[in-house]
């Protein structure tokens, strides 16, 4: 039963390692910044998840403890990096684009990068103001 796990662990690991050499391959070849955001985003998340997964299972199967620290940090990647890559993309559209430049948002608001600054509206949470 050993064998399967270490089999397991050594699986993750390699599929990891992968990911990682995918993700920095594509990080310093892709042309422009926003392919070269998908990349590392995806890699990180994928490459790191996997070395924390593969160390969960071997303290819990080997050494008979629960590693809650790889599970946060690998819920804690899984949140952040897609959230980043959305910043930094808007980043680039609001920098690098003009509104001509984008395909059609088919809402009536936009796109929310470029909102006219004018219409700015008031938090719903507000507390009412006292004479």
Do not use: C
């Not at 955001?37 to 924390?52: D, E, I, N, Y």
Request: no cysteine; charged share 20%.
């Amino acid at each position: 039963m050993d064998q399967i796990f270490e089999i397991l662990i050594a699986g993750l690991l390699i599929a990891a390692g992968i990911f990682g050499i995918v993700g920095s391959f594509g990080l310093i070849k892709l042309p422009e910044t926003m392919t070269r955001l998908h990349a590392p985003t995806k890699a990180s998340t994928l490459g790191v998840g996997g070395v924390l997964v593969a160390s969960m299972i071997y303290f819990f199967v080997f050494e008979g403890k629960l590693s809650w620290h790889e599970l946060l940090i690998t819920l804690f990647i899984f949140l952040t990096a897609p959230i980043t890559a959305n910043f930094i993309a808007k980043a680039y559209m609001h920098r690098n684009l003009t509104p001509k430049d984008m395909p059609e948002s088919n809402t009536a608001r936009g796109w929310a990068t470029y909102e006219d600054e004018a219409e700015t509206q008031e938090p719903l949470m507000t507390k009412p103001k006292r004479p």
